[in-house]
């Protein structure tokens, strides 16, 4: 059974850091992409950063760059989101993803964990 576990969310003050962790298994996901993904009350569910298992390739969207960094652990079958400088617009559900465009199973999905910046 594949399995997105995150943990490591809470309640943090503006300016402060988290890091949260997925740990994956059930599976090789060698040519997967991993990513997080956040969504916020009343908004659409957007990626924040992505990184490949081999390379280890990043991307990440504008408003987290110099912010956050997204690493992985391949032999812990792991991966983190570093989150620094943490600002009240970083308040939503996280979500860990796994991505294969050219898989049988192209997505899976974590349960998703909460970040909550007060100002």
């Known amino acids: 059974q594949v399995q997105l576990v995150e943990s490591g969310g809470g309640l943090v003050q503006a300016g402060g850091s988290l890091r949260l962790s997925c740990a994956a298994s059930?599976?090789?996901?060698?040519?997967?992409?991993m990513g997080w993904f956040r969504q916020a009350p009343g908004k659409e569910r957007e990626l924040v950063a992505r990184i490949t298992w081999g390379r280890g390739s990043t991307y990440y969207i504008d408003s987290v760059k110099g912010r956050f960094t997204i690493s992985r652990d391949n032999a812990k079958n792991t991966v983190y989101l570093q989150m620094n400088s943490l600002k009240p617009e970083d308040t939503a559900v996280y979500y860990c993803n796994a991505h294969c465009s050219v898989c049988t199973s192209n997505d899976y999905w974590g349960q998703g964990t909460q970040v909550t910046v007060s100002s």
């Open positions: 059930g599976r090789t996901f060698s040519s997967y992409v």
